[in-house]
């Protein structure tokens, strides 16, 4: 194993369920490490596992504790959720600290209110959601759209054969409080109150045929919209009853069609355990950006920082069609 060493990368909420992925993701490929979070005992412990990682416990509200736990940090990855509140206090840190932001954030009306905020100065790179929801949908539509004209519509259709969903998962869904962030005729509306419809979707194998949630909350809707030209974007949720298996058994399938002149272009992607893989997407954009290996700056999407078919080349996806 190489030793940590170079730029630094500092990780907060580091000893989450989707930071532990992504601290050990980084160890094996070299990155120095920085552990963050409220909890010393827990960053010390994990910090065990990982020889060379430096501990910096910080408070969210105490924003002297943020720089110190920042200082000569290249990078600082947000994976404190539910994200409802820890990503502006981190951006501020991360800006003051001259730091490139990134987070795992899935849920919608968050990544809608990052795009909100001011540009970061021209040298820095945030970008949100990097993970399986929000990243995964982006990477495969822009991968997908080419350089024609507007699409008519992007579908976003997901298959889990069961989830377990983390702590944090189950807290973001309790405030999401039955609240879905559509995009259509050309811009976002936040809807509430009735269920969502549903309709069926023929999934690539092994899921085929299901029926599926539409206007799932995910924040693909948010980052497709925010680059990609299109009147509508489409969402299909279908999930297996709650599996028995660890996280790390789920099988996923994601599925991008763009919609254009009556034509489609369809690609997917396939794999397993969608907290493992956020991860995996985290740690190849942390590493990237520690090299210097972004194709833009700003307050970007993951499909507007990096290559979308060579990053997603680089994931551990079961199964990957771009044709």
């Not at 910096?56 to 504790?65: F, M, N, Q, T």
């Not at 976002?188 to 690539?204: C, E, I, M, S, V």
């Not at 700056?297 to 199964?319: E, I």
Request: glycine share 10%; with cysteine; aromatic share 6%.
């Amino acid at each position: 194993m190489t030793s940590p060493s170079g730029p630094a990368v500092a990780v907060y909420g580091a000893y989450g369920h989707t930071a532990q992925f992504l601290v050990a993701a980084l160890h094996r490929r070299g990155i120095a490490l920085v552990l963050s979070g409220r909890d010393a005992a827990r960053l010390h412990a994990l910090a065990a596992r990982h020889p060379g990682a430096k501990v910096r416990p910080a408070a969210l509200d105490v924003p002297a504790e943020l720089d110190r736990a920042l200082d000569g940090a290249t990078i600082v990855v947000n994976c404190a959720g539910p994200f409802g509140d820890t990503p502006p206090a981190l951006v501020d840190a991360a800006l003051r600290a001259g730091a490139h932001y990134l987070d795992v954030a899935g849920e919608t009306l968050v990544v809608w209110r990052m795009f909100e905020r001011p540009e970061p100065p021209a040298d820095l790179l945030a970008v949100p959601a990097v993970g399986f929801f929000g990243g995964l949908g982006d990477l495969l539509a822009t991968a997908a759209y080419g350089s024609g004209p507007p699409a008519d519509a992007v579908s976003v259709a997901v298959a889990l054969d069961g989830w377990v969903p983390t702590r944090g998962s189950r807290l973001a869904g309790k405030l999401r409080a039955g609240r879905r962030v559509v995009f259509s005729n050309g811009r976002l509306h936040l809807r509430t109150g009735a269920a969502a419809p549903t309709a069926h979707w023929t999934f690539p194998p092994p899921f085929g045929p299901r029926e599926a949630e539409t206007e799932f909350p995910t924040a693909d809707v948010v980052t497709i919209a925010r680059h990609l030209l299109t009147r509508e974007i489409r969402t299909y949720l279908h999930t297996a009853p709650t599996a028995a298996e660890p996280h790390r058994e789920q099988r996923f399938v994601v599925e991008v069609t763009i919609h254009r002149g009556g034509g489609e272009h369809r690609v997917s992607a396939s794999g397993r355990d969608i907290y493992a893989f956020s991860a995996a997407m985290a740690a190849e954009a942390a590493v990237r950006v520690v090299h210097g290996d972004v194709r833009a700056t700003g307050l970007v999407t993951a499909g507007q920082a990096f290559p979308a078919a060579d990053f997603l080349g680089s994931l551990p996806l079961d199964h990957l069609d771009l044709s």
